[in-house]
T-cell receptor, first 119, second 117 residues
Framework: AQKITQTQPGMFVQEKEAVTLDCTYD???????LFWYKQPSSGEMIFLIY??????QNATEGRYSLNFQKARKSANLVISASQLGDSAMYFC????????????????FGTGTLLAVQP | DSGVTQTPKHLITATGQRVTLRCSPR?????VYWYQQSLDQGLQFLIQ???????AKGNILERFSAQQFPDLHSELNLSSLELGDSALYFC????????????????FGPGTRLTVL
């Protein structure tokens, strides 16, 4: 079973508008971390934002915010005031806690969402 | 710039050959991770080192090996290369010393694009 699901292969958004990228996750561990990364066409992976399973408030980092709905097991990334430079692939990832066993230090990635910002 | 460096940026080689990918973590980070990104498999965790010792292993083939040196840089060795090994190989690093491991953010290098012909 997929642990991280990103159902939107691609999305378009107009410049200056907000966009939400969906991510759902599956874990039985009460302790986990959720991460979003951006991968521009140049290939590097850029860390954007982190949300911990015990965090009471939704994470925010500048124009990025995370809509964390624990009961629904979703961690959607919201980008406000989109810019042309936001065009990239976006990956949601999860790091499980010790109760999951195995290689607990790894990040489990979704398949990504390709975002295109239109002028 | 994440502070993680990887060399080389591109590598083209033939089947059956052996290559070494190098990674220098961010200053102060003790953990180094290797990931493989391919079109068919997506992003897959290969292996993690912490302060010179292997900490966790993922989907790493027996033909692949890695190590972390006393200065904390790491190398990923890929041998008997096959066409299917063509991929983008990322190194990431994290402090590794946080009290709660789930908060230990991994910062990625620019990657090494390996093409096996």
């Amino acid at each position: 079973a997929q642990k991280i699901t990103q159902t939107q292969p691609g999305m378009f958004v107009q410049e200056k508008e907000a966009v939400t990228l969906d991510c759902t996750y599956d874990t039985s561990d009460p302790s986990y971390g959720l991460f979003w990364y951006k991968q521009p066409s140049s290939g590097e992976m850029i860390f954007l934002i982190y949300q911990g399973s015990y965090d009471q408030q939704n994470a925010t980092e500048g124009r990025y915010s995370l809509n964390f709905q624990k009961a629904r097991k979703s961690a959607n990334l919201v980008i406000s005031a989109s810019q042309l430079g936001d065009s990239a692939m976006y990956f949601c990832a999860m790091r499980e806690g010790p109760l999951s066993g195995g290689a607990t230090n790894k990040l489990i990635f979704g398949t990504g969402t390709l975002l295109a910002v239109q002028p | 710039d994440s502070g993680v460096t990887q060399t080389p940026k591109h590598l083209i080689t033939a089947t059956g050959q052996r290559v070494t990918l190098r990674c220098s973590p961010r200053s102060g980070d003790l953990s180094v991770y290797w990931y493989q990104q391919s079109l068919d498999q997506g992003l897959q965790f290969l292996i993690q080192y912490y302060n010179g010792e292997e900490r966790a292993k993922g989907n790493i083939l027996e033909r692949f090996s890695a190590q972390q040196f006393p200065d904390l840089h790491s190398e990923l060795n890929l041998s008997s290369l096959e066409l299917g090994d063509s991929a983008l190989y990322f190194c990431a690093s994290s402090p590794g010393t946080v009290l709660l491991p789930i908060t230990d953010t991994q910062y990625f290098g620019p990657g090494t694009r390996l093409t096996v012909l």
